[in-house]
C-alpha cells in the first residue's frame, strides 16, 4: 500500500501569505497526485490534478508541483475564502488520502 | 451538468451490512469509473473503492474483505455493501466520479450521507 505523509497537519496564517503544504508518497507515483480543497460541511473539491495542473475555474493563487515521492501545495497569498481543509490524493497505485492540512487565519 | 446523489439508510446495526446507492445523472454511468469515499466524523478521507460498468472492481485493501461495488446500467446507478459494520463504520460515505484514470481526480462528489452504525 502507499502510504501519504501530508504536513503539517494544521497552520494559521495571515491573509496576504504564501501557504506551503507538502506530501510525501511512501513510494514513488510519478505525477500521479491531486489536491483538494474541503470545506466544513462540504464535499471536497478538486483543485490540482496530476501534481501541477490547475482544474478549470479555480483561482491562480493555487498551485502545485513536484514528483516521484515529494509534493509541495501553494496559495501564494491567503485569502479569508482559503480557510478550509486540503488533502493530497494519490492514484499511482489504486487511492491514498494523505491526512489532511487544516488551514486558519491568524 | 454531472450530479451524484447518494442513498441509503442513516442508521445501520453493528454486524449488519451497509447498503448505499449513489445515483448519477448527467453523463452515462458507463463513460467512467466511479469511486466511494468515507469520512469518519471529524478525521480525513479513506477511498473505499472504485467499480466500472464492466464488472471491474478494486477495493482499499483494508476493507476490501467486506466491501461490494456494483453497478445498475438501466438505473444510472452504482451501489456500495459493507458487511459487518462496527462503530468505527460510523462516517458521511461520498460517492464521486473518479477520472484519475484519465488525468483527472474525484470530480464531481455527491453531498455525502452519513451513516451511523449504533444499536
Known amino acids: 500500500d502507499i502510504q501519504m505523509t501530508q504536513s503539517p497537519s494544521s497552520l494559521s496564517a495571515s491573509v496576504g501569505d504564501r501557504v506551503i503544504i507538502t506530501c510525501q508518497a511512501s513510494?514513488?507515483?510519478?505525477?500521479?497526485l491531486n489536491w483538494y480543497q474541503q470545506k466544513p460541511g462540504k464535499a471536497p473539491k478538486l483543485l490540482i490534478y496530476?501534481?501541477?495542473n490547475l482544474e478549470t475555474g479555480v483561482p491562480s493563487r493555487f498551485s502545485g508541483s513536484g514528483s516521484g515521492t515529494y509534493f509541495t501545495f501553494i496559495i501564494s497569498s491567503l485569502q479569508p475564502e482559503d480557510i478550509a481543509t486540503y488533502y493530497c490524493?494519490?492514484?499511482?497505485?489504486?487511492?491514498?488520502f494523505g491526512g489532511g492540512t487544516k488551514v486558519e487565519i491568524k | 451538468q454531472v450530479q451524484l446523489q447518494e442513498s441509503g439508510p442513516g442508521l445501520v446495526k453493528p454486524s449488519e451490512t451497509l447498503s448505499l446507492i449513489c445515483s448519477v445523472s448527467?453523463?452515462?454511468?458507463?463513460?467512467?469509473?466511479w469511486s466511494w469515499i468515507r469520512q469518519p466524523p471529524g478525521k480525513g478521507l479513506e477511498w473505499i473503492g472504485l467499480?466500472?460498468?464492466?464488472?471491474?472492481?478494486d477495493y482499499n485493501p483494508s476493507l476490501k474483505s467486506r466491501v461490494t461495488m456494483s453497478v445498475d446500467t438501466s438505473k444510472n446507478q452504482f451501489s456500495l455493501k459493507l458487511t459487518s459494520v462496527t462503530a468505527a463504520d460510523t462516517a458521511v460515505y461520498y460517492c464521486?466520479?473518479?477520472?484519475?484514470?484519465?488525468?483527472?481526480?474525484?470530480?464531481?462528489w455527491g453531498q455525502g450521507t452519513l451513516v451511523a452504525v449504533s444499536s
Open positions: 513510494q514513488d507515483i510519478s505525477k500521479f
Open positions: 448527467g453523463v452515462p454511468i458507463t463513460s467512467h469509473y
Open positions: 464521486a466520479r473518479d477520472t484519475v484514470t484519465t488525468g483527472g481526480g474525484f470530480d464531481p
Open positions: 496530476d501534481a501541477s
Open positions: 467499480v466500472y460498468y464492466n464488472g471491474h472492481t
Open positions: 490524493q494519490q492514484y499511482g497505485n489504486l487511492r491514498t
